[in-house]
């Protein structure tokens, strides 16, 4: 069965960066990350097709960027100006048919989240 191995969580300062990594191990078509903080509905940040075709949530648009490397299998989310309000587990999510490649489609197979904390 596919798996997902996200990387590069962590604690940062309100402004600063990260950048996270979703590795799958096998091909997929359309990548997503996601993001659920305690006691909120999990948001679709961001998604992105094996073209390189993205969409982001409102709420990150401008300050995050997704990309993929076909060739690794590899999704990465740049995330930059974190806000406090960013701090939240994300999770990586995949199918492996290109399309619909939405971020409010279901996703077959999901990485085990990595968690983000930005402090004021």
């Known amino acids: 069965e596919l798996q997902l191995v996200e990387s590069g969580g962590g604690s940062v300062q309100a402004g600063g960066s990260l950048r996270l990594s979703c590795a799958a191990s096998?091909?997929?078509?359309?990548m997503a990350w996601f993001r659920q903080a305690p006691g909120k509905e999990r948001e679709g940040v961001a998604v992105i097709d094996r073209a390189g075709g993205t969409n982001y949530a409102s709420s990150v648009k401008g300050r995050f960027t997704v990309s993929i490397d076909n060739e690794n299998e590899t999704a990465h989310l740049q995330m930059n100006k974190l806000k406090p309000e960013d701090t939240s587990l994300y999770f990586c999510?995949?199918?492996?048919?290109?399309?619909?490649?939405?971020?409010?489609?279901?996703?077959?197979?999901w990485g085990q989240g990595t968690q983000v904390t930005v402090s004021s």
């Open positions: 096998e091909s997929v078509g359309c």
């Open positions: 999510a995949a199918n492996t048919e290109a399309l619909p490649c939405r971020r409010d489609i279901s996703f077959s197979y």
